[in-house]
């Protein structure tokens, strides 16, 4: 529900580009002298899907043209994004996962300190990784917070960092903090660009404080590096401004490793976030229908209050409870939000229906 996800084109240059389409009258289909190829798609296809709950209500609101929508939830391959050190784990406790994900509720019965250590030596990879590529000297005793997706105004990637006096506070009085950053901004997004100097200026004005607070960016994000980031890290931060994010999936693949999500009230999180059983929610919590916009004051308010009330203290002080919400994160999230059940729905309400 951004301008820059609804691709338009000259109608000219589609005559000149299409001209063997003879059956199509371009100029009927143009508005603006221009093609929007998602109002085009919309007019000839004969199912549409939004791909949450809460993205049905945004797309019945953008197009009210079609009255017929459906909606089928994103889901992740989970064979392909458990990490190899957490898959042995499941092998071991919930036979049969890989082939029924339904079966990762099983988690529950992993002993914690199990659950811990595991975690614990993929993380030791990913803070090897961060310290040969930045000049950061990350911790894996840390509580390790990853903000890795793409760069754009309106997912806030720098929200954490409005006020990093409050966030140095925070880690002196309750842990050391670790935030890790990754991901591109598309080459013509400037603001999308800002945010990433924002971030790398950031990280250097709180370099003397590296002690109880540290920053780091790494370059060159790519699949491979986000299948360390998102088993590695021990809290997945993602505050878009609601309700601009479709459905997301990066905190999907975090959840079933283990890692804890901490994201706006928006998307998938909505179906499947459950404050403090298994991640925390980012400001209010809005009813279904509900299409307001976040507020970034209310919001940072929010994620400071519970870094340093809930979070941190938990970390570093509550280990057990923090073990059971992994297993929490993996058994409630990997047993729905997976491929397995969004392909199946896909067939049930849409090809088949």
């Known amino acids: 529900p951004v301008p820059a996800g609804h691709d338009k ?4 240059m589609i005559k000149e580009e299409l001209k063997t389409f003879t059956h199509m009258d371009w100029d009927a289909e143009a508005h603006n002298n221009e093609l929007n190829l998602t109002h085009f798609a919309l007019k000839y296809s004969g199912r549409v899907s939004a791909v949450s709950y809460k993205h049905l209500f945004v797309c019945k609101e953008m197009f009210p043209e079609r009255e017929d929508f459906e909606y089928v939830t994103n889901g992740v391959y989970h064979r392909r994004w458990v990490h190899p050190i957490m898959r042995d784990l499941f092998f071991e406790y919930v036979p049969g996962w890989e082939e029924n994900p339904v079966l990762l509720s099983g988690v529950i019965n992993i002993p914690s300190d199990l659950i811990l250590q595991h975690h614990a030596e993929i993380k030791k990879g990913l803070i090897n990784y961060v310290n040969r590529h930045s000049d950061a000297s990350f911790s ?26 409050k966030l140095l506070n925070i880690a002196r009085s309750c842990g050391e903090i670790q935030i890790l950053f990754a991901g591109k901004a598309h080459p013509k997004d400037n ?7 924002n971030i790398i200026n950031v ?40 309700p601009l994010e479709a459905c997301g999936t990066s905190g999907m693949k975090a959840a079933i490793n283990g890692v804890l999500n901490f994201s706006t009230w928006d998307g998938w999180w909505l179906e499947g976030g459950i404050d403090g059983f298994n991640g925390w929610g980012i400001g209010p919590k809005p009813k279904w229908p509900d299409l307001s916009h976040s507020d970034d004051s209310e919001d940072l308010k929010d994620i400071y209050g519970k870094l340093e009330y809930i979070i941190v203290p938990m970390y570093y ?6 073990s059971q919400m992994m297993k929490n994160a993996i058994a409630t999230v990997g047993v729905y939000f997976n491929g397995y059940r969004m392909v199946g729905e896909y067939m049930s309400k849409l090809y088949r229906g």
């Open 9 to 12: 084109f000259p109608i000219q």
């Open 140 to 165: 894996a005793d840390s509580l390790t917070i990853c903000v890795a997706r793409r760069v754009t105004p309106y997912k806030r990637n720098d929200l954490i960092l409005k006020n990093p006096e």
């Open 191 to 197: 603001p999308g660009k800002e945010i990433i100097s």
């Open 203 to 242: 990280k250097k004005a709180m370099k003397e404080y590296a002690k109880s607070l540290r920053i780091a960016f790494l370059e060159n994000y790519s699949i491979k590096l986000a299948t360390l980031l998102l088993a590695g890290c021990d809290v997945w931060l993602n505050n878009p401004r609601r």
């Open 317 to 322: 002080q509550k280990r057990e409870q923090w």
